[in-house]
Structures are given as C-alpha cells and as structure tokens.
C-alpha cells in the first residue's frame, strides 16, 4: 500500500510540474513596464486615463503595468525588472542624485525610455535627461486641432497613421528643435492651428538611441480623450513596444 500511495504522489508532483503557467511558454508575457508620474508642478487630470490606457495596453498585449510615483522605485535592482519606464505627464524636478545614476544606469544597461507630453517639462536642470527626452517644454497655446505629418510611415509608432493627421490636443514649443539629435517622427503644421512658435521644422514625435538604450517621444497626451482616441493610444503602442526593445525601428538621426 505503501509503495501504491508513494507512486500515486509522484505521479501528482510529476503532472502539477509538467503543467507550468501559460505565460511561462511566451517569455514576452514575463516583460513589465514602469508607468511614472509624478509631479512637482502642473498636474495633469490626464494621468489616470494614461495608466488606464497603457494597463489595457498591456493586457491585449501580453506586458505588465506598474504604476508609481514613488521616486524610491528609482534604484538600479527595482529598475532592472522592467522593459521600459514610461514618464506620463510628469512635471517639475523630481528625483536625488541616487535616484538619477540608477535611471542613467538602466539606459546605459539598453532599457527603453517612453516620454508622453510633460515629461519634457520635468527636470530642467538636468541637461543629460533633456538629452534622454530630446528636448525641454518651452510655452503652449490653447488646446485647438492641427494638422499632424508623419515623416516616418515606417516607425511602428507612426506606420497606421494618416499622412495628415487631423487632431485636437495642446500643442507644445520646445526650447530648442531637437531634429539632428533625434529621429523625428512626426510634425506638426503651424498654418493650420495658432500659437506655434517654431516655425516651418516644429517636430512633435520623434526617437532615438541614447546612451546605450532607447527612447521614444510624443508630445500629444494632454487631454483626457487622449487615451480614448484610437489612433493615438495606436501611436502610443507603437513607441511602448520600440522602447521595450520588442520591435525593431531605424531611429538614426539621418533625418
């Protein structure tokens, strides 16, 4: 009887090690990103409708979603966990020296940075991310639509979208156009809406390799129906899945 019952546990251990998790079979199940949005300054009421829009994201598209604005999160072994840090509609300075060595040190490692609007009006001081992010937020004009022309119908974050893309949103200036340190993506037509500071060359998308990892840049998310626009939340995917290195993209700065 013995020897019966020790063969039937085996038989259980057996069938319950054999039957992993399906998400074991599909390593990109396991990737996770890092949501971040904190603030110092203006904050955004956007912001829960980006979390919620980046965790349904996640769930059609097989990554996790954390959601912090805890500063602490900042350190190289929290940090290594993830594919990608995404910085939605943060404001203001943010982190301590420590908290800034472990974000360069996970871009340095080949992590992926997504910024979405205010991350360029975030840490000012700090010229090594205004390099990360591209640029700095200079001014905005009122929320009003404008024509939006792709540069790159190539990208996964601008390849479904229309040459023209008609939409509303709060269209920033930057302090400086940061084409020829970026791959832009996208610009924005100031003919077509009032407020644009920058002229015939105003980028308003663009990546770029940096400093050994990946970052990807839009300037759309003010707005609440932001993350409920299916063409954005499209663009948004798309910069997401570069930055987490899970699609490949040509994000020289030839243009």
Known sequence: MRRIALSVLVLLWFTACSKSPSSSNNPMSQDRVLVFSKTTGFRHDSIPDGIAAIQQLGGDNQFGVDASEDVAAFSDNNLSQYKAIIFLNTTGDLFNDGQKSALQHYIQSGGGFVGIHSASDTEHNWVWYGQLVGSFFQSHPAIQSASIQIQDSAHPSTSGLPQMWQRTD?????????????????????????????????????????????????????????????????????????????????????N
């Open 170 to 254: 709060e269209w920033y200036n930057f302090v400086s156009n940061p084409r020829g340190s970026v791959h832009v993506l996208a610009k924005i037509d100031e003919s077509t809406y009032s407020g644009g500071t920058m002229g015939a060359d105003h980028p308003i998308a663009w990546c770029q390799t940096y400093a050994g990892g990946r970052s990807w840049y839009t300037a759309g998310g003010h707005t609440k129906e932001s993350y409920t626009e299916k063409l954005f939340v499209q663009h948004l995917l798309g910069g997401i899945q570069y930055a987490m290195g899970r699609v490949t993209a040509d994000c020289t700065t030839k």
